[in-house]
């Protein structure tokens, strides 16, 4: 989720958009102790990445796998009621449970609605829709991830554990459409041939906002407390956050991003959007403003 668990999710993002690339405990290694320096300019550049990222749904790597999860859920019922080749593993395969969820074994190269994914997944995922009765409109989606695991060619893997409840809301006279992600639990890990990092996601709500009818700026508002530990460098914030956003701007129109050590509130930094596509960092250990601190950088910085 920071900065290697972001860039995975950054290249499954475009590999869903343009298919760029052809038993576990749910608290698995995660840990509620510090063991990072507040008065470090690293401790800084650590934390604020997966923040950044969880503030909205653009480069969000939980969005993105539970799209993907989504829709494999949706075609892998298609391929079963149809038999029309919409969801295929190269090898391995991907069975319909009698509960309604898919349990899926090393699916290579899943080729989904003539769209093929180069990566190898495996675990379960279980996706249940709500409509209005009367209406027939979409309200709800609850996702559960048992041991989602996807693996690239690099060696590189993640591992999924949680749920994700995403509610829809639609004001008839506005026009603005209301999506918020929900998730009390989840657990997520990265690892490659030589590290690993774990997070806990607890208490998150996402809510992103945008009027369907121009869909020129979305309005995002987060808060939530995630805690790390990225090759033995571990941390716990609670973190809120309130953006303003295009998807087609690399910066977002406003932005305030606060986040606090959730052991010691004095160790806290802020994020606040500036002029030009910039971005001004404030830092502080125990309640002291870091040396070189504020600091402007451009977005980018987090990416």
Same mark, same amino acid.
């Given at each position: ?5 972001? @860039?995975? @999710?950054? $290249? ?6 343009? +298919? $760029? ?31 950044? #990222? ?14 993907? #999860?989504?829709?494999?859920? *949706?075609? &892998? ?11 295929? $593993? ?7 449970? &009698?509960?309604?969820?898919? %349990?899926?074994?090393? $699916?290579?190269?899943? !080729? ?20 209005? /009765?009367?209406?027939? /409109? ?12 996807? !693996? ?19 004001? /008839? ?65 609670? *973190? ?14 406003? #932005? ?5 050590? +959730?052991?010691? &509130?004095?160790?806290?930094? %802020?994020?606040?959007?500036?002029? @030009? ?5 404030? @830092?502080? &250990? ?16 987090? /990416?």
């Amino acid at each position: 989720m920071t900065n290697k668990i972001l @860039a995975s @999710a950054l $290249c499954t993002g475009t590999l869903l958009l343009t +298919a $760029c690339g052809g038993g576990d405990s749910s608290n698995e290694n995660h840990t509620t102790t510090s063991n990072i320096d507040y008065s470090k300019s690293e401790t800084i550049d650590l934390i604020t990445p997966p923040i950044v #990222a969880l503030s909205t749904i653009k480069y969000n790597p939980l969005y993105f796998i539970n799209k993907l #999860a989504n829709d494999i859920d *949706f075609y &892998a019922d298609e391929e079963i009621n149809t038999g029309d080749g919409k969801a295929t $593993c190269e090898s391995g395969t991907i069975k319909k449970n &009698a509960n309604g969820s898919f %349990t899926i074994n090393n $699916c290579k190269n899943l !080729k989904m609605n003539n769209i093929t994914y180069g990566i190898v997944i495996s675990g379960t995922i279980q996706s249940v829709e709500n409509f209005n /009765e009367k209406t027939q /409109e979409f309200i709800s989606n609850d996702l559960t991830l048992t041991n989602f695991t996807i !693996k690239y060619d690099d060696n590189e893997t993640e591992k999924y554990n949680g749920k994700v409840l995403q509610t829809y809301t639609f004001n /008839e006279t506005t026009k603005d459409l209301r999506v918020d992600y929900k998730i009390s639990n989840m657990s997520f890990t990265w690892s490659d041939n030589t590290n690993q990092e774990s997070y806990n996601l607890t208490d998150y709500l996402l809510t992103e906002t945008y009027n369907v009818s121009t869909y020129t700026t979305t309005k995002a508002q987060a808060i939530g407390k995630l805690q790390a530990n990225i090759d033995r460098q571990k941390f716990s914030v609670n *973190f809120n956050s309130n953006r303003e956003y295009s998807l087609y701007n690399p910066s977002p129109n406003t #932005a305030v991003i606060n986040i606090e050590d +959730a052991n010691n &509130a004095k160790n806290a930094i %802020t994020i606040k959007n500036s002029t @030009a596509g910039k971005v001004l960092i404030s @830092a502080f &250990a125990n309640g002291t403003s870091l040396s070189g601190y504020p600091k402007i950088v451009d977005w980018d910085y987090f /990416e």
